[in-house]
């Protein structure tokens, strides 16, 4: 088990336990009413579902095709997919949800994001909230400043947090699809093999060396994003900074320090249903 990280182990605990709720479908007992989160991203959506106190309780996934570059490219795809997982959360709590908050890549347009929040409205869902990626990491992460860095699989993006707001936010076209083409290329299969031997724990001292390039150019995209600003500390966030050798890469290229929870792919979405104080 990956030691806690000094100075979020309480965040840390949660992310690993909203991991947990999610892949065993379990739920804890809610302490006060409890808020749904949507994360549309491009491999994966995922529905959180966090209590009065901002615990996790409950959580839902399924592999998604769904959205590509920011954007929603399969309107029915979303909508059914965004039902039935609230539909499971639901009937695992007891609970029937009438709102939500969903998640955006930061920087896209005015009218994309009102294509993620009609997907909540189309699945029965009124809109609590619209959060940026990075903004809802962040939370998660029980910060409000320093740099997120999240690699999914489709981009890579670069954030910069102040006062709990997005202040500066670069999203780049590498992440892990490419590390999926890359391997698949250089072992000569198909792209959904390359894709489960990425993940396979036990292929590891197959895959570090021929990804590396890739995570390399990731890195190369934060470094040129935060040239010049003036940032402590770099948290790692997304499914793609899986890999144990992501935070010495990232750091290597930053000059900073970089700190990577357990459980990266799940740290944005259980932060979109969370409120911090202050908020209202
Ligand atoms: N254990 C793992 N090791 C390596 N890569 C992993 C692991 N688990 C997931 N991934 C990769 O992480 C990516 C999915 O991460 P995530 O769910 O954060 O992306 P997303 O939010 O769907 O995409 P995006 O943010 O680009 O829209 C996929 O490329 C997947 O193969
Ligand atoms: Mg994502």
Redesign the pocket.
């Known amino acids: 088990m990956t030691p806690a990280i000094k100075g979020i182990e309480a965040p840390e605990a949660a992310i690993r336990r909203f991991a947990e709720l999610v892949r065993s479908g379990a739920v804890d007992e809610p302490a006060g009413e409890p808020r749904l989160g949507i994360?549309l991203?491009?491999?994966?959506i995922?529905v959180s579902v966090v209590d009065a106190a901002n615990r996790p309780v409950a959580g839902d996934w399924a592999h998604?095709t769904v959205?590509r570059d920011?954007v929603v490219v399969d309107w029915a795809g979303a909508t059914s997919a965004v039902r039935r997982l609230t539909h499971a959360v639901e009937s695992r709590l007891g609970h029937r949800f009438a709102s939500a908050s969903v998640s955006v890549?930061p920087g896209i347009s005015d009218g994309d994001t009102r294509v993620f929040r009609n997907v909540a409205g189309a699945a029965g869902l009124d809109v609590d909230e619209v959060v940026d990626?990075p903004v809802a990491a962040a939370r998660a992460l029980g910060i409000s400043d320093g740099c997120v860095i999240?690699?999914?699989?489709?981009?890579t993006?670069v954030s910069v947090l102040s006062g709990g707001r997005t202040v500066l936010s670069v999203d780049e076209a590498t992440?892990?699809?490419h590390?999926?083409l890359v391997l698949a290329g250089a072992y000569r299969i198909e792209y959904e093999a390359a894709?489960a031997m990425?993940?396979d724990?036990a292929r590891r001292d197959d895959v570090v060396g021929v990804i590396r390039p890739t995570l390399e150019k990731m890195a190369s995209i934060a470094a040129d994003a935060l040239a010049g600003i003036e940032v402590d500390l770099v948290y790692l966030?997304?499914?793609?900074s899986?890999?144990p050798n992501a935070p010495d890469v990232f750091a290597g290229r930053l000059g900073r320090p970089v700190v990577r929870p357990a459980e990266?792919?799940f740290v944005?979405p259980l932060g979109i249903p969370m409120r911090v104080v202050g908020d209202d």
Request: proline share 8%; charged share 15%; glycine share 24%.
């Open positions: 994360d991203g491009t491999a994966n995922v998604s959205v920011g890549p990626e999240d690699i999914g699989h489709g981009t993006g992440g892990g699809h590390m999926s894709e990425k993940k724990p966030v997304g499914g793609s899986s890999f990266p792919l944005t």
